[in-house]
C-alpha cells in the first residue's frame, strides 16, 4: 500500500477538525490537519489583537462542548481548564436596576412572582424539549425514504421521544418548536427586560429577529447543549489547544500556515489537496471543516459536481449578521448599578423584544442597526493571562450587522464601531476614557480572517430547513459527500454551529464505518 | 422583422408571437388554422399534410424552425459547462459540427434531447424543443461563461427532402453539397450571412437554414424562387410528425415526459429507456446524472423504448400493446401510417426485458368507422432499424434529384 492509500487528510484546523483528527487518529488512521491560519482553532482562538491584549478572537464563551468528547479525548488532561463556570446572565438596564439571572433563578430589576414562577416551567420545558435535539446531536442525522435498518431505527427513536414527552408537553413541543421565540416569551412572562434577555438566546448568530420563524428552534438548539456557560482560562484558543495536543499525541500531523487552494480529483474520487504554494498532498480520503459553500464551490468546483447539487449547495442560507468587538481597556470598567462580582457575569444589552427586533429591522434591508443588541464579557477579570495587571479586555458579540452592507462595511466599520462603544458609555459612562485600542470584525472581516464564506458563525443559518439531515443539504447530512472520498465535518453539517465538536466526532464515526464496509 | 418587439416594453401582453416568416405563410396557409409552438404560431398544415409529406419525401419542403428554442452559450468555460450538463462528450463535436444531445438531471432522468452547434472556439447554440433556462442557468454556477437565449434572435428554416441540396445550389449557395451530415457551413446572402447546417428532424437528406430575422422573408421568398422548378412546398407540423415517426426521431412530451415537466418519478425516463445509451459516454468526466446512469447501466433499466412495424393500416396510436399471452407490457407514444414505408408504424415504451429485436406482440387498435367504434389485436414485431432510411442522406457531395 502507497502512503495515499490510508492517508486521511483533514481541511481546517478549527474545533471540529481537530476533533475528527483525533478520533481518526485514535482509530489507527494517518491523519494530516491543514490549516491555513498561523495556530489552530479557527473561530475558538485567542488572539493578540493589542499588544499585550489577547481575547477570545471568535466565539467567547463555552457552553456547549460534547461532554463525551471532552470524557473521551480526555481534554481536562491535555491542558483545558475554567477562569470561570456556571457564569450568570445579567441583563442590563439603563436605569442601573439590572435583572441577574442565574439558572431558573431571578433577581432584581422588579421581578414579579408571576415571572419567577413562569421562570421555572420554561426552563423545565425548554430543557426538556431540548433534550430529543441533544439526544440527536451525537449521532449522525437518519436519511429519510432509507431502508437502512440503523436510518429507519434512528427515525423511530426520534418519534417514540417525542411522543414519550407525553400529551401536554407532545403538544406543546409541536406548537412551538417552528415558531418564533417572541410570542412564546410573550405568552410566558411579564418583564420586558426579562424578555428582551432570553429572546437573544433565540436570535443570537442567526439572521433572525425575535419575531422570525425558526428563532425558537434557535433557542432550543443552544439549549440542547446547554451546560452552563464558561470561560476556558486562556480564551477559547485553548479549547482547541487542548484539543490539538490530544490530535498531536494520537499522531495527527498537524500544519499551520497550509492553505489548501483545491481538492484534487482522480475520476471519479478525490486523490488529495493541493495547497496554496502548488505542494500536492496526495490521500483516499479528504475531510474539510470548511464550510460547505467554500468546500464545494471554492474548493472542489462545480465540474466536479452535479447541477442539482451544486444549486442546493450556492442556495444555503449563510450570510452573517454578527459582529464582534474587542476593547483593550487601561482598567476595569465601571457599569452603573453593577457590582464589580458580577463584571464577570455574561453581560446583554437588550431591554426589551421590541428593541431587539428593531435591530433586526434595519438588517432586513441592508443596513446595520442604529441600535444595536450585545453580549458582552470582560475574560480578563478571572483570567491574568489575557491582560497585563490592572489592564482589562472586553469582548462583545454585537447584532445587526449583515454581511451584504448598503452602504459597504469599509465606509461604515467605523462609524459603527463608535455607536457600539456610546451604547456601552449608557451603561458604562466612563468607558471612552478606558480604551486604549478597539477592533471590530465585521461578518466581511469574519469571512476574510476565519475563511467562512459570507463569514456565519455557524457555517449556515440553523433552522429547520437547514437542520438533522438537511444540513447543509440533503445527499450530503451524512458527512460523506456525493464526491467518493470527501466527508464534510464542520459546522456546516449536522448538528451545527457553537463551539461542541459533535459534528467532527459524529464525522469521524461516518468515515470509520464507510471505511469498514 | 423581429418577432418580438421589446422597445415599448409591451411584448408580455403578446399572447401569441408571429414568426419572422408570418407575412409569407399567412397567405400560403389555406386551411387558416393555426397551432402553438412556445407560444409562436405555427401551421398544423397549409393545406393538406399528406400532400406537404409528399413532397418532403419526393422533392422537398420548407418547414418553419423559428420557434425552437435556442441558446446561445459562449465563454472561457463553454465546453466544459456542456460537457458537465450533457451526456455525451461535447469534446468530440468539432467547430462547424453539430450533435445531438440528451441532459439529465442529477438522478440521471432527461430533461429533453436537443442539438449542440459547435459554432466556434467556445462558442456553442443549443436547441430543443422545451424551454430550459432556469436549468441552463443553475448549470452556470462556478463556470465562466455567459448563457442568453436567441429563440426570437434567430429565424430558421428546415429545407428537408431530396431537391433540397440543388434547390440551395440554384439559390445560389455553390459548395453547399460539399457539406457534410452535421456539418455546418456559411454563406454571403442579401448582404447578411446565413448559416447552412446539413440536419433536420426527418430523416432525409436536409438542410437548416439560419438567419437574422430582418433577413428571414427575403430567404423565405429566394427559397421559393429558388425551388420552383425542384417541387418546392410548405410544410406544418402534421407532416412532420409522420416524417419523424419514419426516421424513428423521439419527441418530447410525446415519447417520454421532460423530467422538470413530471410530478412522479417513475413517470421520467433515463437515456437508456430511450434507446440513447449510446449518447452517455463515462469515458468523459463527471456530468449531470453520472452516478445514477452508472448504476443503472450496472443494474438494468425499467423501459425499452421500440420500434413496431404493425399488421394492417390502423393507426395505432395511443395503443396498448401486449404479449402474445395477452400480458400488457407497455403503450404507443408515437404512430403514423408510413407511406414509404407502406405500413403502420409507431414508437412504444415496454417494460424491460420486453422489446427485443424480432419480438411479437399484439397492439390493442381502436378505431370508427362512421362513429362506429371497433377493435383490432393487430401483430406487430419490434424492428431494429429505422424504418426509412436512404443512402442520399448521408451520401457527400449530396446529389441533385
Known sequence: ??????????????????????????????????????????????????????????????????????KELRLDSAGLSFSQQDMSTTALAEDGNHLLIAGDSLQGADISNNDQVAMKEYQRFMKRFAGIFNRLNNRTPPRIGSKNRHDLLSLAKTALQVRLLGKNDMREFLRIAGINIYDVLQENFESPLLKGALSLDGVLGTNLGPRSNNSMFCALHRFSGMQGMSVPRGGMGSVSKAL??????????????????RILMEGDRVSGV???????????????????????????GARHMEAGFTRKISNIRMRGNTAKLHLALDGLPEFNGLEQTQLGDRLLIAPDMEYVERA?????YGERSSKPVAEITIP???????????????????QYAPYQLKAGWPAEKATFTDQIIDLLAKYAPGIHSQIIHKELLTPVDIEREFRISGGHWHHGELAIDQFLMLRP????????????????CGAGSHPGGGVMGSAGRNAANAILASQRL | MKAIDYSNKTHYRTKAFHSPFYSRQEPMNQLKEWGRWS??????????????YFACRNACSVFDLTPMTKYHISGKDALAYLNRLVTRDVSKIKPGRVGYCVWCTDEGRVIDDGTIFHLSENEYRMCSQERHLDWLLTNTIGFDVSLTEE??????????????????????LEGVENLKPFGIRYFSFENTQLMVSRTGFTGDLGYELWIDPDHAEVLWDRLFEAGHLHGIQAMGDEALAMLRVEAGFIQAGHDFMPAHQTVRVSHTRSPYELGLGWLVDFKKPNFNGRKALLAEKEHGHRYNLVKLDIEGNKSACDSYVFTKNKKLVGTVTSATWSPSAKASIALATLEAPFGRPGEELLVEIYYQKELKWSRVMARAVVVSGVFFDPPRRRQTPAADY
Open chain 1, 1 to 70: 500500500m502507497t502512503r495515499a492509500n490510508n492517508h486521511i487528510v483533514i481541511i481546517g484546523g478549527g474545533h471540529n477538525g481537530l476533533v475528527c483528527a483525533a478520533y481518526l487518529a485514535k482509530a489507527g488512521k494517518q491523519v494530516t490537519v491543514l490549516e491555513a491560519a498561523e495556530q489552530v482553532g479557527g473561530l475558538a482562538v485567542t488572539q493578540e489583537f493589542a499588544p499585550g491584549f489577547n481575547v477570545s478572537a471568535g466565539a467567547h464563551l463555552l457552553f456547549m462542548l460534547d461532554k463525551n468528547i471532552r
Open chain 1, 244 to 261: 490539538a495536543n490530544v490530535a498531536t499525541n494520537k499522531g495527527v500531523t498537524i500544519r499551520t500556515s497550509a492553505t489548501v487552494s
Open chain 1, 274 to 300: 493541493e495547497l496554496q504554494d502548488g505542494e500536492k498532498i496526495p490521500a483516499v480520503t479528504v475531510v474539510s471543516s470548511a464550510d460547505p459553500k467554500t468546500t464545494f464551490l471554492g474548493l472542489l
Open chain 1, 360 to 364: 433586526f429591522n434595519h438588517a432586513k
Open chain 1, 380 to 398: 480578563s477579570l478571572h483570567d491574568d493571562s489575557l491582560a497585563a495587571p490592572g489592564k482589562h479586555v472586553l469582548s462583545a458579540i454585537v
Open chain 1, 473 to 488: 443539504v440533503p445527499h450530503c447530512a451524512q458527512y460523506a459527500s456525493p464526491v467518493n472520498g470527501l466527508f464534510l
Open chain 2, 39 to 52: 407560444d409562436y404560431l405555427s401551421p398544423h398544415a397549409y393545406s393538406c399534410a399528406s400532400m406537404e
Open chain 2, 151 to 172: 429563440t426570437h434572435e434567430v429565424a430558421a428554416l428546415a429545407l428537408q427532402g431530396p431537391t433540397s441540396c440543388a434547390t440551395l445550389k440554384q439559390m445560389g
